[in-house]
């Protein structure tokens, strides 16, 4: 049917412009995590009742806000589409959708593990999926 829009939830539409959402993790929590086969969330994310995540238009934004000088951290690239309902993509920082996820987060969702060292103005990122 030309010229007719039909309404499509956020989450839903947020999944397909993202497909792959990122986290930024200190190493030694996540080597844990894959140890365990699960990641259950940072400190911050435990507090809040969610994982956070950026996408890759967001990521750099995140690690100057939140990891501005720490070494040791990791970017784990993540499939969003594997994460099912528990997914979600909220209002955050200046009105942006972020995506939270309200689970557990299973190693087979994670698509990559990569360092994200520091280089003289903050963190070096590598290619990313948008």
Request: charged share 20%; glycine share 10%.
């Given at each position: ?14 999944l ?79 009105g ?35």
């Open positions: 049917m030309a010229g007719v829009l039909f309404p499509i939830r956020r989450t839903h539409y947020s397909i412009m993202h497909p792959t959402i990122y986290k930024i993790c200190p190493e030694p929590l996540w080597r844990q995590a894959e140890a365990d086969g699960v990641f259950t969330g940072a400190p911050v994310d435990l507090a809040d009742g969610f994982i956070h995540f950026s996408t890759a238009a967001q990521v750099a934004e995140t690690a100057r806000r939140h990891f501005a000088g720490q070494g040791d951290l990791l970017l784990i690239a993540v499939d969003a589409g594997k994460l099912g309902p528990a997914l979600k993509f909220e209002a955050s920082r200046g942006d959708l972020f995506p939270h996820l309200y689970a557990p987060l299973g190693m087979d969702s994670v698509r990559w593990v990569w360092p994200l060292p520091l280089g003289a103005d903050g963190h070096l990122f590598p290619e990313m999926d948008s």
